[in-house]
């Protein structure tokens, strides 16, 4: 699980401590938005009351902002990728050993794969980084 992380997503995660006053797991894009990962005791004051440490990110960095729990082993991973994914719906996640199938109906399968299958390959890092996944379907 060695999550790589550039010079733009330590900042991202300094200002996250400094707004929230939490120290966030990690830090990753999808579908540019900036997502971060806290442990699950932490979800509530990262958030803020009345979302307003999200608010206050996003209109500093200008993104979409997304706070989710900090996955703890495989078994995490369906919540994991639902949260990330939101608003999309998920009919299905199977993992079948080092390859991951999410089933979404059709508007929402277009939805996950993106432009010239840029969210499929977002996706596909975030998983192989975390869980060690090598092969995301969408089905």
Known sequence: MGKTLDMQLIRYINLFEKVSGI??????IYNSSIVFTVVPRQISRAIGENGKNVKKLVKILGKKVKIVVEPRSIEDIENF???????VKVNEIK?????VIINAGRQ???LLIGRNKSRL???QKIL???FGIEKVKIA
């Open 128 to 130: 192989e980084e975390y």
């Open 95 to 99: 993992v079948n050993g080092e390859e």
């Open 108 to 110: 929402n399968k277009a």
């Open 23 to 28: 120290r966030p797991k990690s830090c990753f």
């Open 81 to 87: 990728i639902t949260s990330i994914v939101h608003p």
């Open 121 to 123: 390959e977002e996706m």
